[in-house]
Protein backbone atom coordinates (compact mmCIF):
# COMPACT_ATOMS: atom_id res chain seq x y z
CA UNK A 1 0.00 0.00 0.00
CA UNK A 2 1.36 3.69 -0.69
CA UNK A 3 0.33 6.45 1.25
CA UNK A 4 0.22 10.09 0.72
CA UNK A 5 0.71 12.62 2.69
CA UNK A 6 0.64 16.80 2.50
CA UNK A 7 1.44 19.40 5.35
CA UNK A 8 2.29 23.06 5.33
CA UNK A 9 -1.26 24.70 4.58
CA UNK A 10 -2.97 27.21 6.37
CA UNK A 11 -3.82 31.54 5.96
CA UNK A 12 -1.47 33.88 4.68
CA UNK A 13 -2.14 37.37 3.60
CA UNK A 14 -1.86 38.14 -0.28
CA UNK A 15 1.53 38.25 -1.91
CA UNK A 16 2.69 36.28 1.17
CA UNK A 17 4.43 32.78 0.92
CA UNK A 18 3.96 29.15 1.61
CA UNK A 19 5.77 26.01 0.79
CA UNK A 20 4.24 22.81 1.24
CA UNK A 21 5.41 19.57 1.69
CA UNK A 22 4.00 15.99 0.49
CA UNK A 23 5.90 12.50 1.38
CA UNK A 24 4.91 9.55 0.00
CA UNK A 25 5.44 5.89 1.49
CA UNK A 26 4.58 2.77 1.75
CA UNK A 27 5.62 -0.36 -1.07
CA UNK A 28 7.21 1.74 -3.67
CA UNK A 29 10.19 0.21 -6.09
CA UNK A 30 10.15 3.85 -7.99
CA UNK A 31 7.51 6.94 -7.86
CA UNK A 32 7.89 8.33 -11.85
CA UNK A 33 5.77 11.15 -11.33
CA UNK A 34 5.06 14.06 -8.61
CA UNK A 35 2.53 16.62 -8.36
CA UNK A 36 0.62 19.55 -6.95
CA UNK A 37 -3.03 20.09 -7.71
CA UNK A 38 -5.81 22.11 -6.29
CA UNK A 39 -9.49 22.40 -6.09
CA UNK A 40 -11.89 25.48 -4.90
CA UNK A 41 -14.95 25.30 -4.18
CA UNK A 42 -17.42 24.93 -6.86
CA UNK A 43 -14.26 24.40 -9.55
CA UNK A 44 -12.55 21.55 -11.04
CA UNK A 45 -9.23 20.22 -9.79
CA UNK A 46 -6.79 21.62 -11.64
CA UNK A 47 -2.74 21.11 -11.99
CA UNK A 48 -0.81 23.35 -10.02
CA UNK A 49 3.14 22.03 -10.68
CA UNK A 50 4.62 18.19 -11.56
CA UNK A 51 7.53 17.18 -11.59
CA UNK A 52 8.75 13.43 -13.59
CA UNK A 53 11.51 11.26 -12.54
CA UNK A 54 14.09 12.76 -14.47
CA UNK A 55 13.73 15.82 -12.46
CA UNK A 56 11.41 17.68 -15.52
CA UNK A 57 8.93 20.38 -14.09
CA UNK A 58 5.44 21.66 -15.78
CA UNK A 59 3.54 24.65 -14.60
CA UNK A 60 0.79 26.22 -15.97
CA UNK A 61 0.18 29.75 -16.40
CA UNK A 62 -1.69 30.28 -13.48
CA UNK A 63 1.05 29.50 -11.38
CA UNK A 64 3.94 29.67 -13.04
CA UNK A 65 6.33 32.34 -12.08
CA UNK A 66 5.10 32.71 -8.89
CA UNK A 67 5.24 28.61 -7.79
CA UNK A 68 8.19 26.22 -8.25
CA UNK A 69 8.39 22.27 -7.40
CA UNK A 70 10.87 20.66 -6.54
CA UNK A 71 11.87 16.99 -5.44
CA UNK A 72 14.13 15.21 -3.21
CA UNK A 73 13.80 11.62 -4.28
CA UNK A 74 16.14 9.84 -1.47
CA UNK A 75 13.37 10.66 0.77
CA UNK A 76 10.00 10.03 -1.54
CA UNK A 77 9.13 14.07 -1.08
CA UNK A 78 7.52 16.92 -3.43
CA UNK A 79 7.60 20.41 -2.28
CA UNK A 80 5.82 23.31 -3.87
CA UNK A 81 6.82 26.96 -2.99
CA UNK A 82 4.98 29.42 -3.61
CA UNK A 83 5.13 33.31 -3.82
CA UNK A 84 2.90 36.48 -4.40
CA UNK A 85 0.11 34.46 -3.36
CA UNK A 86 -3.43 35.60 -4.79
CA UNK A 87 -6.76 35.25 -3.26
CA UNK A 88 -7.75 33.04 -6.06
CA UNK A 89 -5.14 30.65 -4.97
CA UNK A 90 -7.38 30.14 -1.96
CA UNK A 91 -8.16 26.02 -2.55
CA UNK A 92 -7.44 23.01 -0.85
CA UNK A 93 -3.97 21.61 -2.33
CA UNK A 94 -3.76 17.91 -3.01
CA UNK A 95 -0.54 16.16 -3.76
CA UNK A 96 -0.43 13.30 -6.73
CA UNK A 97 2.25 10.57 -7.32
CA UNK A 98 2.36 8.09 -9.91
CA UNK A 99 4.32 4.94 -8.25
CA UNK A 100 5.79 1.58 -9.82
CA UNK A 101 5.31 -0.55 -6.73
CA UNK A 102 7.17 -3.63 -8.16
CA UNK A 103 9.31 -4.91 -10.49
CA UNK A 104 6.50 -5.83 -13.18
CA UNK A 105 6.56 -1.75 -14.38
CA UNK A 106 2.74 -1.42 -13.94
CA UNK A 107 2.13 2.29 -12.85
CA UNK A 108 -0.43 3.50 -10.04
CA UNK A 109 -2.04 6.65 -8.79
CA UNK A 110 -2.46 8.08 -5.37
CA UNK A 111 -3.94 11.17 -4.14
CA UNK A 112 -3.16 12.76 -0.55
CA UNK A 113 -5.85 13.85 1.64
CA UNK A 114 -5.56 17.68 1.04
CA UNK A 115 -4.11 20.50 2.55
CA UNK A 116 -6.10 23.90 3.28
CA UNK A 117 -4.51 27.25 1.61
CA UNK A 118 -6.46 29.99 2.12
CA UNK A 119 -5.12 33.65 1.18
CA UNK A 120 -7.14 36.96 2.51
CA UNK A 121 -6.96 39.65 0.70
Known amino acids: QVHVVESGGGLVQAGGSLRLSCAAS????????MAWYRQAPGKQRELVAS???????NLPDSTKGRFSVSRDNAKNMVYLQMNSLKPEDTAVYYC???????????????WGQGTQVTVSS
Open 26 to 33: GSIFKINV
Open 96 to 110: YVVVQRDYTGSNFQY
Open 51 to 57: VNSGGRT
